[in-house]
């Protein structure tokens, strides 16, 4: 059976990549902090190092087939801490993508971001659209990108870059602290106060992309020979944009199929619909080698409305 890390194991989005792959592969998470009782078990008791040990070549882990890289510093902190950003971001990666070439690691997948393209994200967005990240978040997962390129082009590893854009759904655990992200956010507001507000207009475009299809995608990529995936940079969305207003009618819809209240969207005062540019972040590329995606948004926010349903309560103002 193949052996994979997954660094950041535990997070939002790797937690499902873990719990996903854990019944085909022996999978290996790793975090910063030890986990709780019955953390590992949520995610189908995968193997645990701290995130520490990976910085050292003598605690990497040995057997190791695949990398998924994706422990990172969010966006928030990497406002407020820049030098941390490019520690971790930056160094850490280095340090794990060299740890993984000494330990004979075959494949070593990077999770980047659709925001290396600059902000806001508009018009169409593909692979060879030149990057121009403006925030750390952005910069240091750029820079951390070239690491990876160069590593492949040297031929010292099979690495891949997914440049992952909007995701969104239910985290393994309610613990998991990604709650700032639009739709988990607005998914978390309906159950609480059975209202959602919005701090803009609304009308900005968007890649959503489902967690499913962010799990469901690595699998298909692991499940192949790497000779399938010829690129090294990959766009990992959902190719259907929306706006942020439309997101939170769905999301309403949804709340309102699923336990008949009705309730609304606030708007900040003043605020009037506007023409905002379109977005398509193209996913032709990961597509095109054969990657399936659902994109099924109302299974996702149902399961997402229920997660926060059995985990947050109604607080009436």
Same mark, same amino acid.
């Given at each position: ?85 490019? @520690?971790?971001? /930056? %160094?850490?990666?280095?340090?794990? *993508?060299? +740890?993984?070439?000494?330990?004979? =690691? !075959? ?33 240091t997962h750029r820079a951390?990108?070239?690491y990876v390129v160069a590593?492949?082009? @040297?031929?010292? /590893? %099979?690495?891949?870059?997914?440049? *992952?854009? +909007?995701?969104?759904?239910?985290? =393994? !655990? ?50 192949? %020979? ?92």
């Amino acid at each position: 059976m193949k052996r994979v890390l997954i660094t950041g194991g535990l997070g939002f989005a790797g937690g499902r990549i873990a719990r996903r792959l854990a019944a085909d592969y022996k999978v290996i998470v790793s975090s910063r902090t030890q986990p709780g009782a019955g953390m590992l078990a949520l995610h189908h008791d995968p193997g645990y190092i701290n995130h520490s040990e990976l910085l050292e070549k003598k605690h990497f882990p040995e057997g190791i087939d695949t990398v998924i890289h994706m422990a990172a510093l969010n966006e928030r902190d990497c406002l407020s801490r820049p030098s941390e950003a490019v @520690q971790v971001n /930056i %160094d850490q990666t280095r340090i794990i *993508l060299d +740890n993984a070439i000494s330990g004979g =690691v !075959s494949r070593f997948f990077y999770f980047s971001t659709a925001h290396i393209y600059g902000s806001p994200l508009q018009g169409l967005i593909n692979e060879s659209t030149l990057p121009a990240p403006q925030h750390p978040y952005a910069i240091t997962h750029r820079a951390a990108e070239d690491y990876v390129v160069a590593a492949t082009r @040297q031929n010292k /590893i %099979d690495g891949k870059v997914l440049r *992952l854009s +909007n995701s969104f759904g239910a985290p =393994v !655990s309610a613990s998991v602290n990604r709650w700032t992200l639009l739709a988990n956010d607005l998914a978390k507001q309906a159950v609480e106060k059975r209202s959602v507000s919005l701090v803009s207009n609304g009308c900005q475009f968007r890649d959503f992309i489902t967690l499913e299809d962010v799990e469901n995608a690595v699998f298909q990529m692991l499940a192949v %020979d790497a000779s399938k995936f010829p690129d090294l940079i990959y766009n990992l969305g959902s190719g259907r944009s929306m706006r942020v207003i439309d997101m939170a009618e769905r999301i309403i819809s949804n709340y309102n199929e699923l336990f008949g209240h009705t309730i609304s969207i606030r708007l900040p005062q003043n605020a009037v619909p506007a023409a905002e540019p379109l977005l398509t972040y193209s996913n032709e590329q990961l597509l095109a080698a054969g990657i399936h995606l659902s994109n099924d948004v109302d299974k996702e926010l149902k399961n997402l409305l229920k997660f926060c349903s059995e985990n947050f309560k109604y607080m009436p103002v």
